[in-house]
Nanobody, 117 residues
Framework: QVQLVESGGGLVQPGGSLRLSCAVSGIIFWTYNMAWYRQVPGKDRELVAEISAGRSTNYADFVKGRFTIPRDNAKNTVYLQMNSLKPEDTAGYYC???????????WGQGTQVTVSS
């Protein structure tokens, strides 16, 4: 059974940096595409960044040039490096992958990021 566990959220000032981690178990990690989403109350969850098994990356326009999504296959972990944070980046951040023949979404429990002075 796939399990995704996020960590690294917290309170940071505007312009600061955070690195989120997502530790993954239950799948052959290096063969899976991974993604980070975020959600604020009352709004839909939105894609922030994704990385393929082949390490191709894709970023939402609102984080391009500020966030990166590296992965460490030896540690079964995907990261979200967030730089130049803005108050509008405040959200719950969720790790995601798709599993099974139907591509069912698997989610972590989320980690809260608050950007405020």
């Amino acid at each position: 059974q796939v399990q995704l566990v996020e960590s690294g959220g917290g309170l940071v000032q505007p312009g600061g940096s955070l690195r989120l981690s997502c530790a993954v178990s239950g799948i052959i990690f290096w063969t899976y595409n991974m993604a980070w989403y975020r959600q604020v109350p009352g709004k839909d969850r939105e894609l922030v960044a994704e990385i393929s098994a082949g390490r191709s990356t894709n970023y939402a326009d609102f984080v391009k040039g500020r966030f990166t999504i590296p992965r460490d296959n030896a540690k079964n972990t995907v990261y979200l490096q967030m730089n130049s944070l803005k108050p509008e980046d405040t959200a719950g951040y969720y790790c995601n992958t798709r599993v099974g023949s139907t591509g069912r979404n698997a989610w972590g429990q989320g980690t809260q990021v608050t950007v405020s002075s």
